[in-house]
């Protein structure tokens, strides 16, 4: 099932609970002692930088399948997020031993973290705040391997109500040649019975990848009926044909992002494994070398504003979906329910960090 570890940083204490919550996180994925360790070193370098920095700052602890994985082993990923000031040299950020006149400075352990996770990118912006992303894995990094081939890319965050143990919602991609498909499900209400029926979407997707996306919605509504149902939405790449394919049932959102405008992808009304319309229509639009595409639950605010930014298709999806998370929120307008935001890239090749 979806756990999750949702931490606030708003005091020394945190940074140990950040550390922790990792350990946890890695004795779950069943990393070794030697990535253990690694993971509770970049928890804390992460942490250490939001408290001494940062506003409203949190990291989110995620179980994932890295996209180059067999798909049997978790990885531990996490993100920091914050509405701070910035870096304001990035570039510098990233070497390590980075320090500059002010005593831990902010960004100060980054390069660290990026030379010794599996997977790492950030995203930073004067005023708006940064988000950084690492992800562990059983085997250690490999040092200048490279940036990651060109090619589309999935990622997400996932967040529970209430910093709850599992979150309800849950997201997974499945790849067949030149078909990714991506899916996000929102278990109905919360806790671990909604939990189980995304957790089931996830798991049936895996021998579904030759599907076309109306049929794999059929094939779920079969998998979910011992389960409370959920809320699914199913988008399908075909690199072959240049083409993204979107079907969608119950209160899930989707927006693509292409030539620089957003425009929305609707979902029919129904509940998969409970109510699901009898037939489900497709919508098919054009993919190109910059588009996005965000799929979310309802935990997002329903007028969320979709960022004006055109360095997030080169961002890792994962640190897309944490800034689209971090901007759609605030104090003013509380999280009410499990949010769950993932993210389908045209693969460009990321600035600061390596993998995928």
């Not at 942490?47 to 978790?74: F, K, M, P, Q, S």
């Not at 000031?85 to 980054?110: F, H, K, Q």
């Not at 950030?122 to 085997?139: F, N």
């Amino acid at each position: 099932m979806s756990r999750v570890w949702d931490v606030p940083v708003d005091d020394s204490t945190r940074v140990r609970d950040v550390r922790v919550a990792a350990e946890q996180a890695s004795a779950c994925a069943g990393l070794p002692s030697n990535r253990t360790a690694t993971a509770a070193l970049v928890a804390t370098e992460l942490a250490t930088n939001l408290l001494r920095h940062a506003e409203d700052g949190r990291v989110l602890i995620n179980l994932v399948e890295r996209a180059h994985d067999d798909g049997r082993r978790a990885a531990v990923q996490l993100v920091s997020l914050d509405h701070g000031p910035g870096i304001p040299d990035v570039a510098a950020a990233m070497r390590d031993g980075y320090t500059t006149t002010v005593a831990a400075s902010l960004g100060a352990g980054l390069g660290t973290c990026r030379r010794i996770a599996n997977d790492f990118d950030l995203h930073s912006a004067p005023g708006r705040g940064t988000v950084v992303m690492a992800r562990i894995g059983h085997e250690p990094a490999v040092r200048n391997q490279g940036p990651p081939a060109p090619g589309p890319r999935a990622g997400g965050v996932n967040v529970p109500l209430g910093r709850a143990e599992y979150s309800g919602d849950a997201w997974g991609r499945v790849r067949d040649g030149d078909r990714l498909t991506l899916l996000l499900a929102d278990g109905l209400g919360h806790g671990a019975k909604a939990a189980e029926a995304s957790t089931a979407a996830v798991n049936e997707l895996r021998g579904l990848a030759k599907l076309p996306p109306a049929e794999i919605l059929r094939r779920l509504g079969r998998a979910l009926r011992p389960t409370r149902g959920a809320a699914v939405s199913v988008a399908q790449l075909d690199l072959e044909a240049g083409q993204l394919s979107f079907a969608g049932i119950g209160n899930v959102g989707a927006r693509l992002r292409t030539g620089g405008a957003w425009k929305p992808l609707l979902s029919q009304p129904g509940i998969v494994g409970a109510q699901a319309p009898a037939s489900v229509p497709v919508q098919r639009v054009a993919w190109h070398a910059d588009s996005l595409l965000v799929l979310h639950s309802d935990g997002l605010p329903s007028r969320w504003t979709p960022p004006d930014d055109g360095v997030l298709p080169g961002c890792d999806p994962a640190v897309a979906a944490a800034v689209v998370l971090r901007d759609a929120g605030s104090a003013a307008r509380p999280v009410r329910d499990d949010t769950c935001v993932a993210v389908l890239t045209a693969g460009g090749v990321s600035r600061h960090g390596s993998g995928a």
